[in-house]
């Protein structure tokens, strides 16, 4: 079992992803509300079996009882192992109770829950790994807590690596009890350095019908991106979370390669799909919406191409962009740190940049007047 304490440096993993038989019918509230002084119980109840353990709420798991009332391990259960609880719950829990979990005069340092919620900090802030090794992080902590002692970037690696396995293995096996289909959404993305990735999300309803959804992965797609390719690696990773025999329909764009790819994949699976497949390929509505607006904008096709040739002729360089600055600061409006350009694949973004245009309409005419540049209509 992996430990903070000791010499093992690795995070404690086991209490993440051990699942514990369901034991509703164990279960008691407990008669003295008096006796519970911590918030933290708001979140367990007493074994009705067994008068040394307390059962977490959220998820049926079995947490012993400490004598003498310490609630530290219950803590670090909610805000950092219970799999039922996601990062959000998380933050709202901290928010409204975190001032009596962690009041003054009855608080004792726990460098399991520490380190447990800066791996959940580091996660939902997304900061870089080496913001640990800051030379003004250890003394700022230690400035709250001086029995702080810090990690490194690799056991920040680690421990973020524990968490999200855990997760997926909380996910696997919520998928493997499903009863129900479930349904995906997928799209492809290119880097700044030209490579593919395809992120693909599973959605369901759960026993308690409530709505799921999850990334199931986030992965490097091979060139060219056939549909081929498209199908074969969205076939992996169904075979990967073993969701043989669960798939219902997947939707994607209205592209000639997701057609293709959706075709390949009603060839393997047709026979463990409900209605041999036929209803597979759920056409994107958003992307569906954007061709029709796009279809629609062309009326204005020329308007549109002007002023993004000139906003783009001004925000390529700082000395424009400056020039534009000042003409906006004669008339009292606020300077711009960069322009905004539309993209082609989402519609609002062209209303958004034609906004911004009319905004500075007065300016632009300025700066085209005191240029050799055309300028939009006006």
Same mark, same amino acid.
């Given at each position: ?20 038989? !369901? ?12 006796? %519970? %002084? ?19 709420k959220?998820?049926? #798991? !079995? ?17 950092? !192992? ?24 009855n ?23 080496? #913001? ?7 003394? +700022? ?21 524990? *968490?999200?396995? #855990?997760g ?19 799209? *492809?993305?290119?880097?700044? +350095? ?22 199931? #992965? ?71 919406l ?11 096709h %020329? ?20 020039v ?11 300077? %711009?740190?960069?322009?905004?350009l ?6 609002? !973004?062209?209303?958004?940049? *034609? ?24």
């Amino acid at each position: 079992m992996l430990s903070f304490s000791g010499n093992q440096p690795g995070l404690d993993v086991d209490a993440i992803v051990e699942e514990s038989e !369901s034991r509703n019918e164990t279960i008691e509230t407990r008669s003295t509300r008096s006796k %519970k %002084k911590s918030l933290v119980w708001d979140h367990f109840l007493e074994d009705k079996d067994d008068e040394k353990k307390v059962i977490c709420k959220h998820c049926g #798991a !079995s947490l012993s009882r400490v004598k003498g009332g310490g609630t530290s391990h219950m803590r670090r259960h909610i805000l950092i !192992s219970c799999k039922s609880i996601n990062n959000e719950d998380r933050a709202n829990i901290l928010a409204t109770q975190g001032d009596n979990w962690f009041d003054p005069s009855n608080f004792k340092f726990d460098p399991d829950l520490t380190r447990g919620l800066l791996t959940l900090y580091f996660i939902d802030a997304e900061v870089p790994f080496s #913001a640990i090794e800051s030379r003004f992080w250890e003394p +700022a902590m230690r400035s709250l807590r001086p029995e702080y002692r810090s990690v490194g970037r690799q056991t920040v690696r680690e421990d973020c690596v524990a *968490i999200f396995k #855990a997760g997926c293995s909380v996910a696997m096996a919520e998928l493997e009890e499903l009863d129900s289909r479930v349904s995906f959404t997928s799209d *492809i993305w290119t880097s700044s +350095a030209n490579l593919g990735y395809l992120c693909l999300t599973a959605h369901w309803i759960d026993k308690g019908f409530h709505f799921q959804k999850r990334i199931l #992965a986030f992965k490097k797609i091979p060139y060219p991106h056939t549909g081929e390719a498209v199908a074969d690696l969205v076939e992996k990773i169904w075979n990967d979370w073993k969701l043989d025999g669960k798939i219902f329909a997947i939707t994607l764009d209205n592209s000639s390669v997701n057609d293709l790819a959706v075709r390949y994949l009603e060839s393997r699976l047709s026979e463990k799909m409900f209605f041999g497949a036929s209803h597979m390929h759920m056409r994107c509505s958003a992307h569906i919406l954007n061709l029709i607006a796009q279809e629609g904008m062309k009326i204005i096709h %020329k308007a549109l191409e002007k002023i993004r040739e000139l906003l783009r002729h001004i925000g390529s360089s700082g000395s424009r962009l400056q020039v534009l600055n000042s003409i906006l600061d004669e008339l009292n409006l606020p300077s %711009k740190r960069g322009l905004t350009l539309d993209c082609p694949t989402r519609w609002n !973004s062209t209303l958004v940049m *034609i906004n911004e245009a009319l905004v500075l309409k007065v300016a632009l005419k300025r700066y085209v007047n005191a240029s050799t540049m055309e300028g939009p209509s006006p």
